[in-house]
């Protein structure tokens, strides 16, 4: 309907769980006003350990506890180590 605020936020997946999960990008709809990023994580059936994880909403680190509006991009990427 005209006037309606979009209920489809963007999931990016980044390095080594877009390939763990064979994608890199999906739009979803959110039917929840108060959804996490954690409901995402788990709405996207990732078994990877989540401690070892950073995740960004709009680009902007963040924890799994955020809430996520519509229209969000929400991104999630391995912790990077290096020597």
């Known amino acids: 309907m005209k006037g309606e605020k979009s209920n489809k936020i963007k999931v990016v997946l980044l390095s080594s769980i877009a390939q763990d999960l064979g ?12 959804m996490t990023v954690f409901s995402v994580w788990n709405l996207i059936n990732s078994k990877l350990p989540r401690d070892n ?6 680009q902007e680190i963040t924890d799994m506890q955020a809430i996520i509006n519509p229209d969000d991009e929400v991104a999630f990427m391995p912790i990077f180590t290096g020597g």
């Open 23 to 34: 994608w890199d990008q999906k739009i979803l709809t959110i039917e929840d006003s108060e």
């Open 53 to 58: 994880i950073i995740v960004s909403i709009n």
